[in-house]
DNA sequence: CACGATTGATAAAACGTTTAATCAACCGAA
DNA sequence: TTCGGTTGATTAAACGTTTTATCAATCGTG
């Protein structure tokens, strides 16, 4: 059986009040006796119970953590972050799938609360406004959404990844995305657009209808790069046209984001823009922590995104 | 505020042990009054505390998930089954990361002890054994591991493997694993190797010492089918011998394991053996919480793998 | 020396639930 | 009528902690 703290009061003759002041710090007691029952509690191994405590403060120590979709393949990067990052300040973390649509999140929401979060991370789907729960919340979604408290800069990531290009010679390049409905791809699109030179020819290629891309007839039409805004669609760009006999990046450069699992690990290896997952994370925390224990208000943040070149960008071919 | 046992009991003029009685039909409650409670508790959106309940009952409602390393692109599939198996029987996960190492693992389940989870559910590193933890605890791994309480047939996948390219043809089979630190990959490859006929040349590939495989040069050896025991490598190898000129599947079969967020979307797309993550999930969480409840034990189940044929496997070339 | 302030510790209540023990009322049978 | 048994509800304790109010003792000061 667990110690508790009235087994370290009878031990010491002393009151569980006591106990918990010397433990906690909180009320007065004196130093000699403070350190006695502290040097006795770890004797005995002694952790207080979080339902105990949970009951009697309000507060449960767990944090929940919402994920629009957990098998997208940049989420467990991120779950990881805050995993590490919640634990690093004594929280744990309580994960839902919100499926992808607003249901499924004010569903996780509901469950998160019963369950006794202290406070909510959550990765919202695009166009849900946050209402008031009257519980923490820290957002994860991009500066350009409101209710944001950290994230990456995927703005200038874009134009980071077009400059990269278009710095490279490319003149004529296609820009890949998956769907209107995620912000963080709307921004990253934005971006490349913006840094996009008044002679460089683009186009962008919206994915969400379904219908596949013809990445090589693309490059007979004259188009040198291309920037998907994830890893996924730039691996699918690359191996369609490596099948179609084009070389990259030989003939055509490929980029894309978020440095996947297996983006280092393919030939050639995928040129990409990172974000700093940690950092986000312990930012977004700090947040939550900031709110759920009253002190000063943190500043929200913006993680700048780094270009990692890689081997599937190279100059554009002589033409 | 949200509403407590006792304000329904006050607003019904009854006492919050009926209250609780008649929520749970636990005890002696008249049928009408049982009624008149339900419909109150639902009128007033009534949901109890868990922190109250967990306190007295010593069950908290929330399992812990360990993995090995949440990065890994296979967990994430897992995760998400594991949350939604839970959610059904009405537990919530708490997530932690091992961080790949015995050590880790150990603090993990800790943590989840003190977070008062009523059980684990724990994707193991090879050669951990578990200790007794006075904590109902679900394996997940391979059924060559003592403790394992619900899998996929890893082993069998591999032969199914092995099976598929020979029946197409292949002679000469690369077998690609990462690590023998893994006793999914162990099974895999095992399996593999039972289902060669005689006369088909093989040969495993261990990446663990991080060299880098030249798959190019493999074909040039006469080598025409391979087998990763993870589509990561898998696609390591597609795409190099891609860029090395080498048609997939005209030249050579690629194949790999568990069906990766990627696999579909590549070109060729790549054939792949599946684990039915939801199943094993349900069977995890029904183990764990036969256990946690006391009713009768679950046997344990291996699930079988199935092969998914895309494009990336084909018959052999004509020597 | 007397009195207010400070120090060090304790007693007791509270958080919201479950459950064992209790109790009153009613019923049927001897 | 009386008594054991059943029914329907209540009372009170318990889970482990934190915290407010209380109290005794010591201290400093006028």
Redesign the pocket.
């Known amino acids: 059986?667990?110690p508790?703290?009235?087994d370290i009061?009878k031990d010491l003759?002393?009151?569980?009040?006591?106990?918990?002041?010397a433990?906690?710090g909180?009320?007065?007691?004196?130093?000699?006796?403070?350190d006695r029952i502290r040097a006795k509690a770890t004797a005995m191994a002694?952790?207080?119970?979080l339902?105990?405590?949970a009951?009697?403060?309000?507060r449960s120590g767990v944090i929940g953590l919402i994920l629009p979709d957990i098998s997208n393949p940049l989420f467990p990067a991120f779950a990881q972050s805050i995993e590490a990052a919640a634990e690093k300040v004594g929280y744990g973390v309580l994960i839902a799938d919100s499926h992808g649509n607003t249901d499924g999140q004010n569903d996780a929401l509901l469950r998160m609360m019963r369950q006794g979060a202290d406070g909510i991370v959550i990765i919202p789907r695009r166009g849900t406004r946050m209402k008031d729960l009257g519980l923490p919340v820290a957002v994860v979604d991009t500066p350009s959404t409101p209710e944001n408290s950290a994230s990456a800069d995927h703005q200038d990531g874009g134009r980071i990844a077009a400059q990269h290009l278009q710095d490279l010679g490319h003149k004529k390049i296609a820009l890949i995305a998956d769907s209107r409905n995620s912000s963080v791809q709307n921004d990253r699109i934005e971006g490349m657009k913006e840094a996009m030179n008044p002679d460089t020819e683009y186009c962008v290629f919206w994915q969400e209808d379904n219908r596949r891309l013809d990445f090589v007839s693309l490059v007979a039409e004259g188009y040198t790069g291309f920037i998907a805004t994830s890893d996924l669609y730039a691996l699918s760009a690359l191996t369609q046209l490596q099948r179609g006999g084009i070389s990259v990046p030989g003939l055509a450069s490929v980029m894309g984001f978020d440095d996947l699992a297996f983006s280092a690990a393919i030939a050639p290896s995928l040129t990409t823009l990172a974000q700093d997952t940690d950092q986000i994370a312990t930012h977004a925390i700090a947040c939550l922590t900031a709110q759920i224990e009253g002190t000063a208000p943190v500043q929200k943040v913006v993680v700048p995104m780094t270009l990692i070149k890689r081997d599937s960008t190279k100059a554009a071919p002589e033409t």
Chains 1, 2 share one sequence.
């Open positions: 059986m667990q508790k703290l009235r009061a003759g002393v009151s569980t009040a006591t106990v918990s002041n433990l906690s909180n009320g007065r007691v004196s130093v000699e006796l403070r002694y952790s207080p119970s339902q105990g405590r009951l009697r403060t309000g």
